[in-house]
């Protein structure tokens, strides 16, 4: 078997029994996670996803069982080795008070022995990676950072030896929805240059839906009740346990399966910049079907939407009138995302960017329905399918 034909993580019955206790916390764990590959441990609190979690970089030994790492048995050899190896990003960061975000990105690569050079023109690329100007965050200390930025830190410091692996437990759990979401998606846009095998937890079944291209759903000591991908989690439960652990709505949730590049998005809206003449954005606002006209600045980023009211009024500049085009979202993100922008938006849609902020299009109302009665045909096509084959065999 080639090195890319092979699991990068295997784990072989890996059994965890912490001493006084009669039943193992983790009871024979086996599953493979394929290269470049997010697989989310979910779960109600107590059924052992982070005890599984911290026994693959042994921050707990493992009472029996193997961790197999890109083909190589770690179970027995040095911990601290096995972690450098391994990125580690937890809810609450974990990040050094007393050391600048310089420092706290640099500190595995310093323990490989990595010049200066080589560090500080790590820390720049990741910085920039996560969003946050090398500039202005890298002598800063973690307590003049907000919560998501300290988030953003914490994932640029897991990579910062780039490692093949990344393990992260709730890793944005500890901060509000909207930088959550925010936060997660930035994550899924790295996560398609950057390719780790990831294994993330999380307690929160939409979360798992977004962020999983396999979901492990683990009962009682990580024993698993389900390792699918989410589309079949939802669509094909193994058992009450695991239709249970999803809930209601499960037609809403399958909005998280559904990014916003893969439908089609209106690109007909009339735009205009905030440094054109009024008369100019007035008459073609009028030629339009529309009733409103999506303003951008130079980089063509959105601002302001504005009526032919707004562009009738005199002396006012454009950047103060009409309404702040705030419902904006990026092609990574997904329906689910969308429609929580539309549903607070100024103008009832939701505004498509690329990386850069750059305008791409719009969402709307129609899109999302059209986009949830495709997956419910679908569905119902693959379960038809499904139920055809044994009746055919039968035949």
């Not at 669509?235 to 559904?258: C, M, T, W």
Request: net charge negative; hydrophobic share 40%; aromatic share 4%.
């Amino acid at each position: 078997m080639t090195t890319s034909e092979r699991p990068m993580i295997e784990l072989v019955e890996l059994t965890k029994t912490f001493p006084g206790q009669r039943k193992p916390a983790v009871d024979k764990l086996s599953m493979s996670i394929e290269r470049g590959e997010i697989v989310v441990f979910v779960g109600p609190s107590g059924c052992g996803k982070t005890t599984s979690m911290e026994l693959i970089n042994r921050l707990i030994e493992p009472s029996s069982g193997h961790i197999i790492i890109d083909g190589e048995d770690v179970t027995n050899g040095d911990p601290d080795e096995l972690r450098r190896r391994i990125g580690y990003v937890i809810q609450e960061t974990g990040l050094l008070p007393h050391r600048t975000i310089a420092q706290n990105i640099g500190t595995v690569p310093k323990l490989l022995g990595w010049d200066k050079a080589r560090i500080s023109a790590r820390v720049d690329e990741l910085l920039g990676m996560v969003g946050m100007d090398p500039q202005v965050y890298r002598d800063r200390y973690p307590k003049e950072l907000s919560g998501g930025q300290r988030q953003r830190v914490g994932v640029a410091r897991a990579m910062a030896a780039d490692p093949p692996v990344m393990l992260m437990d709730e890793p944005f759990g500890a901060i509000d929805p909207i930088t959550r979401d925010r936060l997660q998606n930035e994550f899924l846009r790295l996560q398609a240059e950057i390719q780790k095998t990831i294994i993330f937890v999380t307690h929160d079944i939409d979360e798992a839906i977004k962020m999983g291209d396999r979901i492990a759903v683990l009962r009682e000591q990580s024993h698993i009740a389900q390792f699918d991908t989410p589309e079949k989690i939802l669509s094909e439960p193994a058992d009450d346990y695991v239709a249970d652990f999803i809930g209601a709505g499960a037609s809403l949730k399958r909005l998280n399966l559904s990014r916003i590049r893969d439908v089609e998005m209106t690109t007909d809206t009339p735009t205009g910049l905030l440094s054109e003449e009024t008369a100019a954005l007035r008459q073609r606002l009028l030629e339009s079907d529309w009733t409103a006209m999506l303003l951008l600045d130079e980089q063509r980023r959105p601002r302001r939407w504005v009526t032919i009211g707004d562009l009738r009024r005199e002396g006012r500049s454009l950047d103060t009138v009409g309404l702040p085009a705030h419902a904006v979202v990026e092609g990574h993100s997904t329906l689910a995302d969308a429609l929580n922008e539309l549903i607070e938006s100024n103008g009832g849609v939701a505004v498509v960017v690329d990386a850069k902020g750059a305008y791409q299009g719009i969402v709307d109302l129609e899109t999302i329905m059209v986009a949830v009665r495709a997956m419910r045909e679908e569905h119902s096509a693959f379960y038809l399918a499904q139920k055809q084959q044994p009746e055919d065999a039968a035949r």
